[in-house]
């Protein structure tokens, strides 16, 4: 069964960069079908998309967050990795990583979830 | 204010059915396909609909999914206490370019 696990520091300061791994796990990593994405919770709000990217490096960001967003994959260690710059405490939430279906979109399994912090 | 349009609330008895319903446009709802996703504070959200009606292996027949034009809806039946949480619907938007949530509908069971 497919398992994702989020990993990175819960508490980032302002301006920083904030940066979490997922790592992938009793599944392929390779594979066509499926993208490795990243989504958001704020506290109180509901999900936001972040981006995505497919095993051959392939990426689609948030036109709203593309400007301070980097995602990136280590088919090595059946990993992939987000990367956001100049954080604000409106970037404080619950990151998830996800596997996003290419055909249809959806978004199967979720990690369990990182809290991040942005606060001095 | 999310461009696809949930009410922030629903409720019902248990055994009841209970419609949660999702609203967009063209270039959403109208030209791609509708996910929804059950989120319970502390658990990762779990999908229950892909492609506007398909059920992934595992989650019960109790819920469905359907989607007409520009809007979308899940009907869980036979509600059950264990049903209650936030509810999102999801999808593509083509004017964005990018994926999209509903705000969410809070189903309460009494």
């Known amino acids: 069964q497919l398992q994702l696990q989020e990993s990175g520091p819960g508490l980032v300061k302002p301006w920083e960069t904030l940066s979490l791994t997922c790592t992938v796990s009793?599944?392929?990593?390779?594979?066509?079908?499926?993208?490795w994405g990243w989504i958001r919770q704020p506290p109180g709000k509901g999900p936001e998309w972040i981006g995505s990217?497919?095993?051959?490096?392939?990426?689609h960001h948030n036109p709203s967050l593309e400007s301070r967003v980097t995602t990136s994959v280590d088919t090595s260690n059946s990993q992939f990795s987000l990367k956001l710059a100049t954080v604000t405490a409106a970037d404080t939430a619950v990151y998830y990583c996800?596997?996003?279906?290419?055909?249809?979109?959806?978004?199967?399994?979720w990690g369990q979830g990182t809290l991040v912090i942005v606060s001095s | 204010q999310s461009v696809l349009t949930q009410p922030p609330s629903a409720s019902g008895t248990p055994g009841q059915r209970v419609p949660i319903f999702c609203s967009g446009s063209r270039s959403n709802i109208g030209m791609n396909s509708v996910s929804w996703y059950k989120v319970v504070p502390g658990k990762a959200p779990k999908l229950l609909i892909h492609t506007n009606d398909q059920r992934p292996s595992g989650v019960p027949d109790r819920f469905s999914g359907f989607k007409s034009g520009t809007s979308a809806s899940l009907a869980i039946s036979g509600l059950q206490s264990e049903d209650e949480a936030d509810y999102y619907c999801a999808g593509w938007d083509d004017s964005l370019q990018g994926v999209i949530f509903g705000g969410g509908t809070k189903l309460t069971v009494l």
């Open positions: 996800v596997r996003q279906a290419v055909v249809g979109g959806a978004f199967d399994p």
């Open positions: 009793g599944d392929s990593f390779r594979t066509s079908y499926y993208s």
């Open positions: 990217i497919s095993y051959y490096g392939i990426t």
